[in-house]
């Protein structure tokens, strides 16, 4: 039976992972410091091949026994957390991941680091393909996640080239689904939560920004596709079908049968204009796209908004 850590095992792609690596028939350890992470998530496995430890990866990390695999999905993950946790967002891109490469090293275990979308900033490329080196401000307030990414991608690198570490890496764009947080702050969490409740939707600017969106059972499966495959450099999973956010919005208040409108609000800084991932390397090297429409991606995620906000 492979056994596999997965740090961030809390968080909302973390849950959904470790919940897929045990249906594949892995024994799992989850660990997270619940910073932003919430138990909720993963108490259904519990009574699985799956243990729990609360800690803080950017603290030198123990997992005792064998380990084949390292999924490092440790990080805030939302502009509300890391705007607010900005020195941990730091830390856990860069101490935690250089503790998660050293615990892969010493077990002889392969590495995946969750990197982002993010590390190729506000694009001049259009969609984005894993060779642009990105337009990232380092020194705004988004910066701290962007640069974070950046740097683990980079000592990942490192431990593969120096130390002959097997790593991946894998570049996550926009997701959503089931157990995200209802004040998470990012579009598809800020919107349910306003239609449901029959209050205006509030889109940044314009509101003709746009996104891609990747249901997260999708993204879960181009992951472990990754994982059990031979490629280091990093691959772009996402939903290349690209819409605005203005467009998100109206189709969210449809799907609620809701009576909200839309409001205006001012752009924040370093907003990204545009994101769409080229899937040209996920779809020749791991035979993956995305298969869950939007639609239906949205009925599941609604029915778990409704039942959290106890409507």
Request: net charge neutral; charged share 25%; glycine share 8%.
């Amino acid at each position: 039976m492979p056994r596999a850590l997965v740090t961030g095992a809390a968080g909302f792609i973390g849950s959904h992972l470790c919940e897929h690596l045990i249906e594949r028939g892995f024994s799992v350890i989850g660990m997270d410091n619940l910073v932003t992470g919430d138990l909720a998530n993963i108490e259904h496995l519990a009574g699985r091949d799956f243990t729990f430890v609360e800690h803080d990866v950017t603290r030198y990390i123990v997992v005792e026994g064998p380990l084949d695999y390292v999924f490092h999905f440790a990080s805030p993950a939302s502009p509300v957390d890391y705007l607010k946790l900005p020195i941990q967002t730091l830390k856990v891109g860069s101490l935690g991941t250089h503790n998660g490469l050293g615990l892969a090293k010493a077990k002889k275990a392969r590495f995946l680091l969750a990197s982002t979308s993010e590390v190729y900033g506000d694009p001049l490329v259009h969609p984005q393909r894993e060779d642009y080196w990105g337009n990232v401000n380092p020194v705004g307030p988004r910066g701290v996640y962007d640069e974070a990414k950046r740097f683990a991608e980079a000592i990942v690198m490192a431990y593969h080239r120096y130390h002959g570490v097997e790593t991946r890496i894998v570049r996550i764009f926009n997701t959503y689904g089931p157990r995200m947080r209802v004040r998470d702050g990012r579009a598809i969490p800020a919107f349910l939560s306003q239609a449901l409740r029959d209050e205006d939707v509030t889109v940044f600017g314009d509101g003709g920004q746009t996104r891609s969106l990747c249901y997260v059972s999708d993204l879960v499966e181009g992951i472990y596709r990754l994982m059990m495959s031979s490629e280091p450099d990093p691959v772009n999973i996402g939903n290349p079908a690209e819409m605005t956010i203005r467009a998100l919005a109206e189709t969210i208040i449809a799907a609620t049968s809701s009576h909200s409108r839309i409001v205006e609000r001012p752009l924040p800084v370093d907003d990204p204009k545009v994101r769409q991932p080229d899937i040209t390397r996920a779809r020749t090297l791991l035979g993956w796209e995305p298969k869950v429409p939007l639609e239906e991606g949205l009925a599941r995620t609604i029915a778990y908004f409704r039942k959290k906000l106890g409507l």
